[in-house]
């Protein structure tokens, strides 16, 4: 089973911030195979980043996702109010498909 | 619009059984994998089972394998996950959701199952 560690654990930043959100597979993921979700309190995730690097239909272009291999990034250029949530990276190359602990973004 | 609903959670003593179903609306659900994916209270995701595009093939995560049997009806546009057997860690939100690629595209609001006595 491939583990993938997010980090930090907390990103506490401020709207207009820049947020780096990082994900390492314990092994490589062929094929870029890692998406990225956002959840917020009460709801069900959402799908922002598919392939490492595409955006998802309606993703605003400040969200970006980089990487290859064994560590992957979620990027976000400027924190607005409703991007404060728990993002978590998924990996779709091994089997079972496993997501990582998840990282809270925090004001 | 797009929904996948899903119905039939609740509180259940250990050892019981529920039946968790997902109708979908507004998306094509035949022709696609289909997954649960399960959240325990402050908790991450889990991935618990799949079903492939014409139900032929079925894989569980060893944690509910032999206790849980996912299954679909594509006339219904519906998932099912019969869960038997349950233990207190099986309490989570489970979420229904459609694998676009590997990747899941489409997910449920979540149902709350609670197993305590």
Not at chain 1, 29 to 35: I, K, N, R, T
Not at chain 1, 66 to 94: K, M
Not at chain 2, 70 to 82: G, M, P, V
Request: glycine share 12%; with cysteine; net charge neutral.
């Amino acid at each position: 089973e491939i583990v993938l560690t997010q980090s930090p654990g907390t990103l506490s930043l401020s709207p207009g911030e820049r947020a780096t959100l990082s994900c390492r597979a314990s092994q490589s993921l062929s094929g870029s195979y890692l998406a990225w979700y956002q959840q917020k309190p009460g709801q069900a995730p959402r799908l922002l980043i598919y392939g490492a690097s595409s955006r998802a239909t309606g993703i605003p272009d400040r969200f970006s996702g980089s990487g290859s291999g064994t560590d992957f990034t979620l990027t976000i250029s400027r924190l607005e109010p409703e991007d404060f949530a728990v993002y978590y990276c998924q990996q779709y190359g091994g089997s079972p498909k496993t997501f990582g602990q998840g990282t809270k973004v925090e004001i | 619009e797009v929904q996948l609903v899903e119905s039939g959670g609740g509180l259940v003593q250990p050892g019981g059984s529920l039946r968790l179903s997902c109708a979908a609306s507004g998306i094509t659900f035949s022709g696609y994998w289909m997954h649960w994916v399960r959240q325990g209270p402050g908790k991450g995701l889990v991935w618990v089972s799949r079903i492939d595009k014409d139900g032929s093939s079925t894989n569980y995560a060893d944690s509910v394998k032999g206790r849980f049997t996912i299954s679909r009806d594509d006339a219904k546009n519906t998932l099912y996950l019969q869960l038997n057997s349950l233990r207190v860690e099986d309490t989570a939100v489970y979420y229904c959701v459609r694998d676009a690629n590997g990747y899941f595209d489409y997910w449920g609001q979540g149902n709350l199952v609670t197993v305590s006595s």
